[in-house]
T-cell receptor, first 114, second 109 residues
Framework: KAGVTQTPRYLIKTRGQQVTLSCSPI?????VSWYQQTPGQGLQFLFE???????NKGNFPGRFSGRQFSNSRSEMNVSTLELGDSALYLC?????????????FGPGTRLTVT | KNEVEQSPQNLTAQEGEFITINCSYS?????LHWLQQHPGGGIVSLFM???GKKKHGRLIATINIQEKHSSLHITASHPRDSAVYIC???????????FGTGTSLTVIP
């Protein structure tokens, strides 16, 4: 089975621009979660999508948004980029179980905002 | 205040040593995860625990729900174990994920 894939792997953007990142989960996985990792804050939970609906959300401003498609692929969008948005963005997929679930991580997208 | 605290922050060991990484949390949880992150960013889920103990090869994870504490043990450590180990919890309300800051392990041959 193919693992979680994320595109692009690297991205450079300018302050004020917007960016869209993509995540394709493992086949059969219906839950996709997004995380931000920075040297200062470590790993932080952004949001989780399940069956095209946002199920959980972390403490990030509204500039960070996402969606999930019927094939479970997910996109994350960041508008009006700030320098502090430079980070590794990871997505993870999991089986459609209720409660706690083991997550399978993608390789991440490294975003640099200049 | 961090919901998840890990110790130590950095750890250097000689090959073959027994290693312990600790994780304490302050929230109610439905599960605790141990993750491994190698240089370059890739994260692998090692264990998901809600009680007791799990073992996979040379790795053992334990959790004490009453004390809100978990440990990750590596027996007969090897240089390929060098990585950052991250403790994370699923809360039992709202299903949020909180992460520890990670323990950077270096195993010297």
């Amino acid at each position: 089975k193919a693992g979680v894939t994320q595109t692009p792997r690297y991205l450079i953007k300018t302050r004020g621009q917007q960016v869209t990142l993509s995540c394709s989960p493992i086949s059969g996985h219906r839950s996709v979660s997004w995380y931000q990792q920075t040297p200062g804050q470590g790993l932080q939970f952004l949001f989780e999508y399940f069956s095209e609906t946002q199920r959980n959300k972390g403490n990030f401003p509204g500039r960070f948004s996402g969606r999930q498609f019927s094939n479970s692929r997910s996109e994350m969008n960041v508008s009006t980029l700030e320098l502090g948005d430079s980070a590794l963005y990871l997505c993870a997929s999991s089986l459609p179980t209720m409660g706690s679930y083991e997550q399978y991580f993608g390789p991440g997208t490294r975003l640099t905002v200049t | 205040k961090n919901e998840v605290e890990q110790s130590p922050q950095n750890l250097t060991a000689q090959e073959g040593e027994f290693i312990t990484i600790n994780c304490s949390y302050s929230v109610g949880i439905s599960a605790l995860h141990w993750l491994q992150q190698h240089p370059g960013g890739g994260i692998v889920s090692l264990f998901m625990l809600s009680s007791g103990k799990k073992k996979h090869g040379r790795l053992i994870a334990t959790i004490n729900i009453q004390e809100k504490h978990s440990s990750l043990h590596i027996t007969a450590s090897h240089p390929r174990d060098s990585a950052v180990y991250i403790c994370a919890v699923n809360t039992n309300t709202g299903n949020q994920f909180y992460f520890g800051t990670g323990t950077s392990l270096t195993v010297i041959p």
